[in-house]
């Protein structure tokens, strides 16, 4: 099983500044297969990107993902308000798919 | 609108059974490989299982493995899952959820990306 560990746990940061995400794999993630996740308090959570740099429909384009093998980032160039929420990262390339612990962007 | 619609989540003993149902609408459901993901309270997501889009081939979780049974009703657009044996472990927010377009599949299971998910129905477990 691959084991996904984000980093950092929590990130403090204010609205307009930079925020970057990471999600490392035990092993390599085949084929970039590689997703990351929105989840707001009390919603369920929202696709973001798939295949590691594709945006999911609808998603704005201060999201954006890169990374292969074992690392991937998520980075969002300038926070808005409703972007402090919790992020997961999948992998989807082997069995079991798995999911990271979450990295929780709160507002500083 | 696409939308994924669970019900029948509610309070079991340990060792009791519940059933639950997701309504899809808005989206050719027989094309889609389908499933259910999990979150215990306060935690991170878990996969629980997936379906075909034919129905003929399932997969778990190893957790749940011989205790959850996916199914899927292609005419009523109706995903199921029925849980047996349920232990405390087994207390969370039950999601269904549809995988994106982009999934992929070989002997061991089907795998993608997960771009619509219902609002959750909650099972917890407990005497």
């Known amino acids: 099983e691959i084991v996904l560990t984000q980093s950092p746990g929590t990130l403090s940061l204010s609205p307009g500044e930079r925020a970057t995400l990471f999600c490392r794999a035990s092993?390599?993630?085949?084929?970039?297969?590689l997703a990351w996740y929105q989840q707001k308090p009390g919603q369920a959570p929202r696709l973001l990107i798939y295949?590691?740099?594709n945006r999911a429909t609808g998603i704005a384009d201060r999201f954006s993902g890169s990374g292969s093998g074992t690392d991937f980032t998520l980075t969002i160039t300038r926070l808005e308000a409703e972007d402090f929420a919790v992020y997961y990262c999948?992998?989807?390339?082997?069995?079991?798919?798995?999911f990271g612990q979450g990295t929780r962007v709160e507002i500083k | 609108e696409v939308q994924l619609l669970e019900s029948g989540g509610g309070l079991v003993q340990p060792g009791g059974s519940l059933r639950l149902s997701c309504a899809a609408s808005?989206?050719?459901?027989?094309?889609?490989?389908m499933s259910w993901v999990r979150q215990a309270p306060g935690k991170g997501l878990e996969w629980v299982s997936t379906?075909?889009?034919?129905?003929?081939?399932?997969y778990y979780a190893d957790s749940v493995k011989g205790r959850f049974t996916i199914s899927r009703d292609s005419p009523k657009s109706t995903l199921y899952l029925r849980m047996n044996s349920l232990r405390a472990e087994d207390t969370a927010l039950y999601y269904c959820?549809?995988?994106?377009?982009?999934?992929?599949?070989?002997?061991?299971?089907?795998?993608?990306?997960?771009?619509?998910w219902g609002q959750g129905t909650l099972v917890p477990v407990s005497s």
């Open positions: 379906i075909s889009a034919s129905g003929a081939l399932t």
């Open positions: 999948q992998q989807y390339g082997s069995s079991p798919q798995t």
């Open positions: 092993q390599s993630v085949s084929s970039s297969y």
């Open positions: 808005g989206f050719t459901f027989n094309s889609y490989a």
């Open positions: 959820a549809k995988l994106h377009p982009t999934y992929h599949y070989d002997s061991s299971g089907y795998y993608g990306a997960f771009d619509v």
């Open positions: 295949g590691a740099s």
